[in-house]
């Protein structure tokens, strides 16, 4: 029995588009040769590879992929369509997440249509060595990390908007539930908004008049000074 060729998972943007758009589908082929397919008459510029997930499993990484973007908040433009209303590097960050439960996953980053050579991003990663360990042993942001309880409010400090503490990380606003992340990139107010879509949630929301950020990090230090001590 001929065993499965690996696929692709793709993440598309358009110039065209707004900067917090993306196409998220899969090819049996080279992305780039379904980014061309779809450069038709409906869509006014190209679209752009910016990134993709190689592997034997493309069809039920792109089903989770969705699945995922669709458990976080509505962000499906059309519920028929692969469009999502969530920031290019959310929804690579979603990939990379997944792609850490497959074996066989690759993924590659995109500039200008061109795979992203790996030595070219090592410097970056090792300049930033310090700081990514920092982050990856402090891990994922949870309220319970900050002494913030389920039920309790925080301030969305671009609009001023108080949303609601729905779990130990998602927050509730309008009936329905959110990842930090995806709100901000969601709600964040257009002059405000930067060019990689990008945004760390825990720093755009305040409690007691502190970023959820500065908050955590204070918290840290005051347990380190404890520890130290004792």
Known sequence: MKSQEPGYVYILTNPSFREDWVKIGKSSRPVDVRSKELDNTAVPLPFEIFATLKTIKFNEVEKLVHKTIDRLTDLRIRQNREFFNVAPQMALEILRDIAM??????????????????????????????????????????????????????????????????????????????????????????????????????????????????????????????????
């Open 101 to 230: 439960t497959i074996d066989d996953a690759d993924v590659v980053e995109y500039r200008d249509n061109k795979p992203i050579p790996k030595e070219e991003k090592k410097p970056q990663k090792e300049k930033n060595k310090d700081k990514t360990s920092h982050h990856e042993r402090r891990g994922r942001f949870k309220f319970s990390l900050v002494g913030i309880k389920i039920g309790e409010y925080v301030t969305f400090e671009p609009t001023g908007e108080k949303v609601k503490v729905a779990s130990d990380d998602t927050i509730e606003y309008n009936d329905r539930i959110y990842k930090l992340s995806p709100f901000v990139g969601t709600f964040m107010p257009e002059e405000r908004r930067n060019q990689s879509g990008a945004y760390q949630g825990a720093q755009y929301f305040l409690y007691d008049g502190e970023t959820l950020e500065a908050r955590r990090r204070r918290m840290e230090r005051e347990a380190l000074t404890t520890s130290s001590v004792e």
